[in-house]
């Protein structure tokens, strides 16, 4: 039982990746707190996994309210292709 | 080759869902050559089974289902490229030291000067060259779901893939965009 609650560091980053978008389970979260009592590094790595969150967060809401088109000669370029595959 | 139907408009369908589609692609592929590409595949596989259409979806609906699947076979096709010398970096160790940190890729702690604001332009250009470095399979995953914010099973119903996959690709992708903004942004 015990051998199965303890973690490796690259199984504690899957956990502390996952638990970035609120998905690690409770039984996970456990695992991974206990890894933290031993090892710094992760620790570490989770502090800033936590603040990469916070920029991704405010990339993706500027990302979000683009729309991407395309321009007139792409389209233009697009209908004579159809036409073309069409006849 | 399939006519027209009337109940398909495919002359207007570049000036009515050629924007929408390319949208949905290149949120999902990044890649403007890419999303183009798939949008005109779309196109053409629409006028090729357009007798498959029975009018009970609307036009876009059906184009979009269409979309998906060639989206589907566009990842799979990245997926599988064998042979092509996979660019990821490892950062745990394998054998006896299985899944501890290798020594020249342990995190450092960050530099207090660096710009920690995202309205930053020059830290947003770091991050996006930071993602547009990662693996393109990671680059996919990454983005559907952490910059469209999309769930988790929908991605893995769009790119046909499980969950724990998901999250294998979603832990590489973070590890090596952390150990990439620090390298080029907090303690460069």
């Known amino acids: ?87 | 080759m399939a006519q027209n139907t009337p109940l398909l408009q495919t002359d207007k369908w570049v000036d009515n869902y050629a924007d929408y589609l390319y949208n949905y692609a290149i949120t999902r592929v990044n890649n403007n050559e890419v999303a183009k590409d798939l949008v005109q595949e779309t196109f053409f596989a629409g006028i090729k089974s357009a007798d498959n259409f029975k009018g009970k979806s609307s036009e876009r609906t059906w184009l979009i289902s269409i979309l998906k699947r060639k989206i589907i076979d566009y990842y799979r096709k990245i997926n599988s490229k064998k042979g092509q010398a996979e660019v990821r970096m490892n950062f745990y160790n394998d054998g006896d030291q299985e899944g501890t940190w290798i020594e020249e890729r342990i995190p450092q702690p960050w530099s207090e000067s660096a710009n920690h604001n995202i309205e930053n332009d020059e830290l947003r250009a770091q991050l996006e060259e930071c993602i547009d470095g990662l693996p393109e399979k990671y680059g996919i995953v990454f983005r559907m779901k952490t910059i469209q914010e999309f769930e988790t099973e929908e991605i893995c119903n769009e790119l046909d893939i499980t969950s724990s996959n998901l999250w294998v690709m979603i832990h590489r992708a973070r590890t090596q965009l952390r150990k990439c903004m620090e390298d080029n942004w907090f303690n460069s």
């Open chain 1, 1 to 87: 039982m015990f051998g199965k609650f303890k973690l490796n560091c690259d199984e504690a980053t899957t956990i502390c990746n996952k638990n970035q978008y609120g998905e690690a389970t409770i039984w996970e979260k456990m695992r991974l707190m206990v890894h933290f009592i031993h090892c710094k590094v992760c620790s570490l790595y989770t502090r800033q996994n936590n603040f990469l969150t916070t920029l991704y967060k405010g990339y993706s809401h500027q990302c979000k309210n683009i729309k991407h088109t395309l321009d007139q000669t792409q389209k233009e370029d697009l209908k004579s292709k159809l036409r073309n595959y069409k006849a």
